[in-house]
Every structure is written in C-alpha cells, then in structure tokens.
T-cell receptor
C-alpha cells in the first residue's frame, strides 16, 4: 500500500497567489482529514470528509480556505488569496471506518512570502 | 470545547532509560491515538487505543477513559525515539491533538 500521498511536498508562493494542495487517501478509506501544523497553534483539524461529503469544516480559518473531494481518491485544499500567516505544514490523513485509526501523509510545507 | 494536555512538555533522557508520557483530556473521548513525529516531520502511528492496554516492542500504552487519561511507556529508549509525541482524540464533535511532549534521547 502506498499510504496517503500529498503533493506538492514543498510550496513557496507570494502573498495574494492561489495555492492548491492535493491529497490521495489510502484506497478504500472512507474518511479524509486535513490538518494544519504551526508553531503557535500546534496541530489543528481544518475539515474532514466521509464518503466525499464534508462533515465538519468548523476548523477552516476563513473564506479564503476551501476544500473539495470530487471522488474517493482525491481531495484538494485551496487557499485564495494566500497570506504569510498561512505558512504552515498541511497534513492529510485518511481512515478506513468510523472509530478506526488515522493514517497521515508526509505533509506539504507551505511558505507564503 | 474539550482540552487535551500532555505532560511533560519536554523530556531529556539518556539512552537506555525508561519514560512515561501522559495525555489528559477534559471530557469523555474516543478514538485515542498516539503518534511520534520524527525529526523530519513525519507523523508515525504508534497506537490506536480508545481503552485498555497495548504493547508493541519497547512501547506500550494504556488508556483509562473513565479517568480521562492515556499513558505511553517507552522502555530502553534509543536515540531514534527522539522527536515529539502527540495524542489525538475526538470529543463530541471535534478531533483534537494534544500539546505534545518533545523527547530528546542522548547517546
């Protein structure tokens, strides 16, 4: 099994630009999670999906952030426009079923200058 | 909302020593997981342990949900155990990471 795949691994962009982060969950997993890690706030949940449907997006910081899951094998997290305070490591995770363990991808390190 | 605190925040050990890391949560939880974040930033699953005790080699974990805590035991620590240890749990509606324990094991 390839595990959770995220791309790109590193992204450097200028303030105001659109950023799209991508995630491919483990095949067969029904749940997909997006987390963000910063020094100030630690690891925090942004949004999660069950069977491609967003269940809880209360962690999405503001309207500049959006996430989609068009099918069971792909999700995107988009930031438009990006700001320097969005600089962080963004992790994607997937889970087979309710009550099971989450498996994390390698993360995308985003730097907004 | 639910609070998840870990202790100690920092820990320095000599190689070969044992340690206990603690995760306290302020409300009833489920889906308790322990992770090791290695120096390269990768989050590695250690245990999924909503209750009871599990062991995997030098590591073991115990969760007492009724007392609202979980413990991670590391025995005979090695330099490769260095990194940050996190617990992740779910309250009524939210998934919450603990504050982390930063461990450094000295050779």
């Amino acid at each position: 099994d390839a595990g959770v795949i995220q791309s790109p691994r590193h992204e450097v962009t200028e303030m105001g630009q659109e950023v799209t982060l991508r995630c491919k969950p483990i095949s067969g997993h029904d749940y997909l999670f997006w987390y963000r890690q910063t020094m100030m706030r630690g690891l925090e949940l942004l949004i999660y999906f069950n069977n491609n449907v967003p269940i809880d997006d209360s962690g999405m910081p503001e309207d500049r952030f959006s996430a989609k899951m068009p099918n069971a094998s792909f999700s995107t997290l988009k930031i438009q426009p990006s700001e320097p305070r969005d600089s962080a490591v963004y992790f994607c995770a997937s889970r087979l079923r309710a009550g099971g363990e989450q498996y994390f991808g390698p993360g995308t390190r985003l730097t907004v200058t | 909302g639910i609070q998840v605190e870990q202790s100690p925040p920092d820990l320095i050990l000599q190689e070969g020593a044992n340690s206990t890391l603690r995760c306290n949560f302020s409300d009833s939880v489920n889906n308790l997981q322990w992770f090791h974040q290695n120096p390269w930033g990768q989050l590695i699953n250690l245990f999924y342990i909503p209750s009871g005790t599990k062991q995997n080699g030098r590591l073991s974990a115990t969760t007492v949900a009724t007392e609202r805590y979980s413990l991670l035991y590391i025995s005979s620590s090695q330099t490769t155990d260095s990194g940050v240890y996190f617990c992740l749990t779910r309250g009524t509606y939210k998934y919450i990471f603990g504050t982390g324990t930063r461990l450094k094991v000295l050779a």
